[in-house]
T-cell receptor, first 112, second 114 residues
Framework: KAGVTQTPRYLIKTRGQQVTLSCSPI?????VSWYQQTPGQGLQFLFE???????NKGNFPGRFSGRQFSNSRSEMNVSTLELGDSALYLC???????????FGQGTRLTVV | KQEVTQIPAALSVPEGENLVLNCSFT??????LQWFRQDPGKGLTSLLL?????REQTSGRLNASLDKSSGRSTLYIAASQPGDSATYLC?????????????FGQGTTLQVKP
């Protein structure tokens, strides 16, 4: 059974650009959530999607957005990138929202 | 507001030792608590999930306990090995935070010396 797949694994972007990250959950999992991990702040929740609906959102500016497709795959988008957006972005999937969460390998975003 | 704390931040032990990692949380109204392992630059690997109605879970050399009333969980690692070296994170899914949101501690970085 394939795990959670995140693409791309690494990205380098320039300040002001935008970026889209992709997450394919484990087959059959309908809940997808996103987290940002930085050395200073640790792991912080961005948002959670279930059946194409955003049900929960963390304290991040509106530059951070996401969506989920009918096949449960999810994307997150960050517009007008800032240096502070450099982080490891992790996606997790679970069967339903409160079940065991399984994480992907993450996308390392570097903003220069 | 739910807060999760892990102590110590770092731990170094010789191979073969049994060890305990600690996790505390401020709000006992949780759905579950999950322990993860993270290797440098990698994603999180789920180790154990304890539902709020459970007291402990075991997997191989790992045993996790949950005491909701005191807001504590421990991860016990038996007969530690160098391959256990990693950062261990605990996370709670708090009822007040609504669905799908895990609140993480800062982690304990474990080094097991051969």
């Amino acid at each position: 059974k394939a795990g959670v797949t995140q693409t791309p694994r690494y990205l380098i972007k320039t300040r002001g650009q935008q970026v889209t990250l992709s997450c394919s959950p484990i087959s059959g999992h309908r809940s997808v959530s996103w987290y940002q991990q930085t050395p200073g702040q640790g792991l912080q929740f961005l948002f959670e999607y279930f059946s194409e609906t955003q049900r929960n959102k963390g304290n991040f500016p509106g530059r951070f957005s996401g969506r989920q497709f009918s096949n449960s795959r999810s994307e997150m988008n960050v517009s007008t990138l800032e240096l502070g957006d450099s982080a490891l972005y992790l996606c997790a999937s679970s069967l339903v929202a409160n079940a065991e969460a399984f994480f992907g390998q993450g996308t390392r975003l570097t903003v220069v | 507001k739910q807060e999760v704390t892990q102590i110590p931040a770092a731990l170094s032990v010789p191979e073969g030792e049994n060890l305990v990692l600690n996790c505390s949380f401020t709000d006992s109204a949780i759905y579950n608590l999950q322990w993860f392992r993270q290797d440098p630059g990698k994603g999180l690997t789920s180790l154990l999930l304890i539902q709020s109605s459970q007291r402990e879970q075991t997997s191989g050399r790992l045993n996790a306990s949950l005491d909701k009333s005191s807001g504590r969980s421990t991860l016990y690692i038996a007969a530690s090995q160098p391959g256990d070296s990693a950062t261990y994170l605990c996370a709670v899914m708090s009822i007040a935070s609504n669905t799908g949101k895990l609140i993480f501690g800062q982690g304990t970085t474990l080094q097991v010396k051969p």
